[in-house]
């Protein structure tokens, strides 16, 4: 059976389509954690509006695929892809709860949910930042 998914994984299109089958999956699973450890809910936020909520959560979005993108890259496997997507979103997280300690002078996801834009838009380019970072200690 591996032999035969190894072999259908050698036709350029099949692959294509399992990478990016499996990201499009990985992004809504990690999107939905992230949806679990903020106080506001994000898509309803987006919903009414919100920019600093679009913003953040766009940081996460390119976030999760730039660190996926190294390890497609890196011509790890698929597994190996999406295990690296994994523990990239849990550090970009890491990033997100330590940016929020550091800055005491204000609550980051009150004030992301209140529509800070300068806060939102400092979340987003901490997770593309940092995403290129993960990304490039892939091998």
Known sequence: MEHLIEQWLSNPYVSMLAYFSVAV???VLLLSVFELVT???CWDEIRKGN?????ATSGK??????????GIEARDSLYASLTWAIIGYVLL???????GFLMPYFNLDNEI????????LLSMVISI???YI???SIK
């Open 25 to 27: 999956f990985a992004l």
């Open 39 to 41: 106080r506001y809910k």
């Open 93 to 99: 997280l890491v990033a997100y709860f330590l940016f």
């Open 61 to 70: 979005i390119f976030g999760i695929c730039n660190i996926f993108r190294f």
């Open 134 to 136: 993960i990304g490039a």
């Open 113 to 120: 949910q209140k529509d800070n834009r300068a806060v939102g």
């Open 129 to 131: 930042s940092l995403s």
């Open 51 to 55: 920019i600093s909520v679009a913003l």
